[in-house]
């Protein structure tokens, strides 16, 4: 999606609570206003919309940061442990915001998330698709793990990455997944690589549908009501 690395260039990252009140009422961008000044069609916004995990609060459009998002599915793999849900069935996402919110993760990154990772079509409930799950979370990982130090040894990523994972998911946590998103400065070691393609598997067929909404939420709340 030649759209993603150019809206990426343009939102402003979220890397804590305070990201929010740094910004100046005067110079928000939104939603409406980024994609008026983008020469690009709005479906190839949306599309770039949902893979970067985009959000919007009070007028301002944003992006979460790597470790946001692994924070992110880390609270909602606790949230279903501890609720008893499984992630191969559907699940009711408005469940799942108060235990989020605790963990000081707004609902409209939660929405994003599930919106990146899910199944189209879904408003009742959301449908975590494995095959667009699985890598999405190896590529975060790998990207939190390269922002913290020097290269990690293959076999620890994989560790890692199968623990952030469901057991029955674990087996699809393979490096060929990953392709084009890291480096090997040597045959043991790893780096995520900012310059490979985005992590998009059946993104722009399989959510076509689900991308033609600027808010799913809200859609998803009404359609609850």
Known sequence: ????????????IV??????????????????SILEDMPV?????????VALCA????????????AILL?????????CTIKGLSLDRNIEVESLSPALDEDGIPE????????????AGSLHGAKIDSQECVPWVGAVLLQ????????????QFIRDWMDQLPESWRKLATLHILEGKYIQPTTDTIRF?????????????????????????????SARR
């Open 1 to 12: 999606m030649a759209c993603t690395p150019l809206l990426k260039a343009i939102l402003p």
């Open 15 to 32: 890397s804590d609570a305070t990201s929010y009140a740094s910004r100046d009422t005067l110079s928000r961008s939104s939603r409406e």
């Open 41 to 49: 069609s709005s479906g190839e916004f949306g599309l770039a919309w």
């Open 55 to 66: 959000f919007e609060i009070d007028s301002q459009a944003w992006r979460p940061s790597a």
């Open 71 to 79: 924070k992110t599915w880390k609270a909602i793999m606790s949230t």
């Open 108 to 119: 409209q990154i939660l929405y994003a998330v599930i919106q990146r990772i899910k199944l």
């Open 144 to 155: 939190v793990m390269s922002e913290a130090g020097p290269s990690v040894t293959v076999s």
């Open 193 to 221: 690589d900012e310059s490979g393609a985005p992590v998009d598997h059946g993104l722009a067929e399989g959510k076509a549908t689900a991308v033609q909404s600027r808010k799913w939420h809200e859609k998803f709340k």
